[in-house]
């Protein structure tokens, strides 16, 4: 392959004459109407452009929302942090817990009794009162 011969000029393959590929370049070409119309008012008689639009609107709105949501959240939690509860077990260790589910695991597991389970669902229930939360 060494001696191949790549001398040869290749075609433009753009096609067109010089001068519309110049004019094209230099933004001087001559669009139809429509295309002027949607470029100068952003408007389009094409349904897909119309529905495009409300959709990048809403995801617009929805990211906003999100970023909001966030943002509400992180304050809350640094304000009165995440709702929990903390029981001493039965061997006098204390563990926190975040959801009634552990509460009811640790019921299961004997490690605390009925009492000790129905303050604990107390105190979650008033936590979570505090974030708005409902059962």
């Given at each position: 392959?060494?001696?191949?011969?790549?001398?040869?000029?290749?075609?433009?393959?753009?096609?067109?004459?010089?001068?519309?590929?110049?004019?094209?370049?230099?933004?001087?070409?001559?669009?139809?109407?429509?295309?002027?119309?949607?470029?100068?008012?952003?408007?389009?008689?094409?349904?897909?452009?119309i529905?495009?639009?409300?959709?990048?609107?809403?995801?617009?709105?929805?990211?906003?929302?999100?970023?909001?949501?966030?943002?509400?959240?992180?304050?809350?939690a640094?304000t009165?942090?995440?709702?929990?509860?903390?029981?001493?077990?039965?061997?006098?260790?204390?563990?926190?817990?975040?959801?009634?589910?552990?509460?009811?695991?640790?019921?299961?597991?004997?490690?605390?009794?009925?009492?000790?389970?129905?303050?604990?669902?107390?105190?979650?229930?008033?936590?979570?009162?505090?974030?708005?939360c409902?059962?």
């Open positions: 392959m060494a001696d191949s011969d790549n001398s040869m000029t290749l075609s433009f393959v753009t096609g067109g004459s010089v001068s519309a590929r110049s004019a094209n370049a230099t933004g001087t070409s001559h669009q139809p109407e429509f295309a002027r119309n949607v470029i100068e008012n952003g408007q389009s008689a094409d349904p897909s452009v529905v495009w639009r409300d959709w990048r609107d809403a995801l617009s709105l929805t990211e906003r929302q999100c970023r909001d949501q966030q943002r509400l959240e992180r304050e809350l640094e009165i942090g995440f709702p929990s509860a903390t029981i001493s077990q039965s061997n006098g260790e204390s563990v926190t817990v975040h959801s009634l589910e552990e509460i009811y695991d640790l019921l299961n597991a004997e490690a605390i009794d009925a009492l000790t389970r129905a303050k604990a669902e107390v105190d979650f229930a008033a936590h979570q009162a505090r974030w708005g409902r059962r």
